[in-house]
């Protein structure tokens, strides 16, 4: 069933006690306002060609991928891939894989310099090009991520007043409060003999779609009930699959561009089961919108994100869609493992766990509701999934595709060149960071070591314009998660040291399993 577009009259624009003008947006201005905007200003005649920057050399067109297909090069282990090229080459690296070219930045000072060439509209490379391809054969609203220049600036625009800014995402926190409270009695009901809860990251997943489902279509989807376990699997498999198949595709020859093979055709499966659940909520959450209004029941309080995005004339129905595809959808591959390391990290230094929970505790009675307070006051909690980032980061870089020549590393970047900013290579590094091996979340606060590391360094969520996005609902719904499990439970790790595994972004390569004791 097709949305109706006479749903995006379902808000008068005044009356009713409902805010459909909202403030108008201010344009979004480049945090770098750094007058060198690179090595030399501009390009000059002293600078090394772009053919010379090193790098490790294959075929031509084929570049490392025969090194990846040989096993030379781990695929899901590709972090340590690149750290490796980084002992080797330098602060800078040119790959080429299947006639792709990418520079890898390591140096922070780079990374700076390519963030200072910025104008207000910088170019990304998608972090998932096969859902770009996807949405483009299914003529879907491609969505911020897949998108650049004014087409960006438009979908940006739109959704910058409701979705970045930190107060804007506090009135979902009851609704996201709720779920969490929620998840931590369904963890009591499936814990074993051994305080363990089987599947734990499913369990987690389905609490992400939960919350998720919150925010995104003001009901409970039931997820993490029985009734609703078997659509919540459906959903968690697809996304598995859809990273699973992207980092397959991502180190072939990308044939399926032309023929549907066997691969993009699962994968095209998988995205019709993301797009599908998707559409079939968000059309029963429009048509109890369309219902309240009517009976003239709406509040402004009722369906928040739904009520903004159809309020902005800016957007089709398809950017709707899409938007809410990613905002319900991407906690399973961003919020979910970061959340899984969190806890192992938490689980392996009881003494950081126990002043995490003493933190908790001075400021929230167990009984009391959260409130936007709360969370903005839990700066050791913060510390806590910070520095689980720096040790567990869940991407590999920031892509840019330079609109401009450069001059960095002493090397010519010429105008349209793939630019992967690679920091994460430097989270464990002594230069760096002080103890870099140990899990030390005190180093983030306002005295800590870290306040002396290069700002270029840790920026789990990007930087500047095209900063993600969903930023503050993550970083709300992973405090509130956190804040409740270890309200209840005592955490321990008895198995074998947890790592990463790449796919596409990084996940725990061992199962998940906490022991979880009654606190």
Known sequence: MMISRKLFHVLPSTGGGIRCCWRSLRTTSVILRSSVTSETSDVTQNAKPFSEIPGPKGLPYFGTLLMYKSGQINVFKLPETLKRWHRQYGGIVKETLAGHTVVHMFDPEFIRLVYANEDKWPRIEPLLETT???RQQSNMSPGLGNT???EWYRLRSAVQQLMMRPKEVVPFLPGVDQVALDFVSHLKQLRNADNE????????ARWSLESSGISC????????TEKGKAEAQELIEA???????????????PLYKFLPTPSWKKLVAAEDVLYSGTQRHLEEALARLRQKTDNGELREKDFRFLQYLLSREDLSLSDVSTLTLSLFTDGQSTTTP???FTLYLLASNPSVQDKAVEEIQSLIPRSAPLTGEMVNQMSYLRACIKESVRMFPINNEISRIAKKDMVVGGYHIPAGTSIHLNNTVLFRNPTYFEEPEKYIP???????????VHPFIVLPFGHGPRMCAGRRFAEQDMAVLLTRILQNFR????HSPMGLKYLTLNVPDCPAQYTFYDR
Do not use: H, I, M
């Not at 279509?217 to 997820?223: A, H, I, N, Q, S």
């Not at 996304?239 to 020859?253: A, C, I, N």
């Open 217 to 224: 279509f003001d009901t409970r989807l039931g997820f993490l």
């Open 132 to 134: 770009q391809l996807y």
């Open 197 to 204: 809860v089987p599947n734990f990251a499913v369990e987690l």
């Open 491 to 494: 955490l321990e790790w008895k």
């Open 442 to 452: 005190d180093r983030w606060l306002r005295d800590g070591s870290a306040q002396k």
């Open 338 to 340: 970061t959340l899984l």
């Open 148 to 150: 650049n220049d004014e």
């Open 239 to 253: 996304s598995s699959t859809v990273f699973k198949l992207t980092t397959k595709l991502k180190f072939s020859l």
